[in-house]
């Protein structure tokens, strides 16, 4: 398969690190190597939050993102940060209510109802995981399936109902997305 | 502060990511900029886990590390994937019972029976923290006190005292270690 670089991003306190590393776990059990990096800025900033990676068939060991196939945007605040990394190819997935303004850069872009949708399951801080449902229905990356697993054994145990139905809800806004 | 370069190695497992992920979020606390990276590789093959912080003043957007000021070696594996990147000055604290071979070109190496102890206190699986409360008191990265109080805000509260207790041993015996 072709290397793929993907980014989770929004403000901090978002979660998307946690769903970058689920990503990255999967992958690694399905036999692929990832890199990934993450910046974390002065909490008093709040501010940016964004985790990368970089994967591939081989070993890779410039975990730095150039051209992003896909990113998550939970925030506008992380619109701007992209800026350069992204083109025709390019799938982003923006939260509707937070992002009003889209990378203008981005091929594809898919604009869903993540935080809200998290929101009425009850709780917005599963809105990272609403993403990486939807991510994986959007794209090749990996098998939603294989993917579900691997959050559901990573998640604390207490928080799996949550999590399984936060991942399927955004699998499922996905396909409604891919339809229209 | 000058720039600061740390790792943290061993194999799949050991929790290593998270000590790294418990010290940037504790920096970051802090008021410093910390960008993170890290390899997944096939899990099938086992094999070296680490995880790199560069810590800086300023905005870090280039996660590599290219001279360590730090590194913690959990696991013999893990000693080659670092040559190249210590130093005179670099302080390795590394597994006494896991690591037969220091690295040979780190100016400083701390051998300590990290894993044993984190066994001791009940769970092998502390020896990842173990390590942290080592490194913070060997080193002026953090406050260890600082350190301590943000690791125990990051991990599952039912394991809060057994982590605890093992950042305090791991405390304990850089103290002994310095002192001889």
């Known amino acids: 398969m072709k290397d793929m670089q993907i980014r989770f991003s ?9 769903s970058a590393r689920i990503l990255a776990a999967a992958l690694a059990g399905e036999g692929r190597f990832v890199a990934q990096s993450q910046a974390y800025e002065p909490t ?11 994967i591939s068939d081989r070993e890779v060991e410039y ?4 051209r992003l196939d896909a990113v998550v945007i939970l925030d506008q605040v ?5 800026a350069g990394l992204l083109g025709p190819e390019t799938l982003a997935i923006v939260d509707e209510s937070n992002v009003k303004e889209p990378p203008k850069d981005a091929g594809h872009i898919v604009s869903l109802p993540v935080t809200a949708r998290a929101r009425e399951i009850g709780n917005a801080r ?4 609403v993403a990486l449902g939807a991510l994986a229905e959007l794209t090749e990356i990996i098998d939603p399936d294989t993917l579900r697993g691997k959050m559901l054994a990573l998640v604390p145990e207490r928080f799996r109902d949550l ?15 891919e339809t229209v």
């Open 10 to 18: 929004g403000s901090g306190g978002q979660g998307l690190i946690l």
């Open 78 to 82: 992380a619109v701007a940060a992209s």
């Open 44 to 54: 008093s900033r709040g501010g940016l939050s964004r985790s990368d990676l970089v």
């Open 126 to 129: 599963v809105a990272n995981i």
């Open 63 to 66: 975990p730095l993102a150039t």
């Open 163 to 177: 999590n399984a139905e936060a991942f399927d809800a955004g699998r499922e806004m996905a396909r409604e997305a």
